[in-house]
C-alpha cells in the first residue's frame, strides 16, 4: 500500500539557517506514526514544512502522490490534513463551541460527528459554552485535538500534545488517540516515551536535521541498544 505522506529529501530553512538536511520519510496509511528526537532536532519544523508553514527549499512532500510542497497552507487543508501545534492555536476569548465552529468548513456541525467527539473528549460538551480560556491545560489540548477532527480528516499532525500534562490526562489521552486513529492516520511529534510507545506503530528518530533511525516502534521500545544510541538515553524506565 503507498504511503498516505511521503517526504523525499526534505530541506527547509528558517532565515539563515538550515534546520531540515533531507528528511526523507513514509507515514504508512491508518494508526498513529511518531517522530522522536531531542529539542532542536527539527521534528516540529518537519511537521509546519508538511503543513506549507515554512517552505522547503528543496524537496518533495507528496500526500497520496500529489506534490504539495509548494502549495499554500489553506490549500494543503483543503486536502484534509490538520495540524494541532504545541501552543494548540485555540482562541481562549471564545468559547468552546466558537472554536469549534471556526474550525468547520461552513460554519455548521455534522451532529453525528460532533457526538462521538462528545463521546471521546466529554468536556468538550461540558464546558460548550465557557470560554476557552477558563480551560485548564489538559482540556485545551482536547478542544486543540476535537478542532482538527471537527471535520473529517485524512492525516492530523500533532505536535507534543503531552507537553504538561498530568499523568491521568495522558492516560485519557492515550486511549481518545487509539479511537481517532481507527479513522484517521496520525503523525505525532511527541517527548513523552510512555505516550509514544502506547501510541505508535512506527517511529522515526530525527537528529540534526535527518532521520537517523526509521522502523517499527515495537522495535525501538525494547531494544535498549538503538534506545542508546539514537536517543542517548535508554527509555525502558519511561
Given amino acids: 500500500m503507498a504511503p498516505v505522506l511521503r517526504l523525499e529529501d526534505v530541506h527547509t ?53 500529489e506534490n504539495i510542497s509548494r502549495l499554500p497552507t ?25 472554536n469549534m465552529r471556526l474550525a468547520t468548513k461552513d460554519g455548521r456541525f455534522d451532529a453525528e460527528r460532533l457526538a462521538r467527539i462528545h463521546d471521546i473528549f466529554p468536556a468538550i460538551g461540558q464546558f460548550w459554552n465557557k470560554p476557552a480560556h477558563a480551560l485548564s491545560g489538559g482540556q485545551k489540548q482536547m478542544l486543540a485535538v ?18 504538561g500534562l498530568a499523568p491521568s490526562i495522558i492516560r485519557n489521552m492515550i486511549a481518545a488517540f487509539r479511537e481517532i486513529a481507527e479513522e484517521t492516520t496520525i503523525l505525532l511529534v511527541e517527548q513523552n516515551f ?25 522495535e525501538l521500545a ?11 538515553l535508554s527509555l525502558e524506565a519511561h
Avoid at 33 to 53: S, Y
Avoid at 146 to 163: G, Q
Fill in 146 to 163: 476535537s478542532r482538527a477532527i471537527v471535520e473529517r480528516r485524512e492525516l492530523i499532525l500533532i505536535d507534543e500534545p503531552t507537553k
Fill in 222 to 232: 525494547t531494544d535498549v541498544t538503538l534506545q542508546s544510541r539514537f536517543l542517548s
Fill in 74 to 98: 489553506p490549500d494543503i487543508a483543503q486536502r484534509g490534513i490538520a495540524f494541532v501545534p504545541e501552543n494548540m492555536g485555540i482562541f481562549g476569548g471564545l468559547t468552546v463551541e466558537e
Fill in 13 to 65: 530553512d528558517i532565515g539563515q539557517y538550515q534546520i531540515l538536511h533531507g528528511v526523507s520519510l513514509d507515514v504508512p496509511e491508518g494508526g498513529v506514526h511518531v517522530i522522536l528526537g531531542r529539542n532542536g532536532a527539527g521534528k516540529t519544523t518537519t511537521l509546519r514544512t508538511i503543513m506549507g508553514l515554512w517552505k522547503a527549499r528543496r524537496g518533495a512532500i507528496l500526500f497520496r502522490g
Fill in 194 to 218: 510512555h505516550f509514544a510507545k502506547a501510541l505508535g506503530q512506527t517511529v522515526a528518530v530525527i537528529d540534526d536535521g535527518g532521520i537517523v533511525h526509521r522502523g517499527a516502534m515495537a
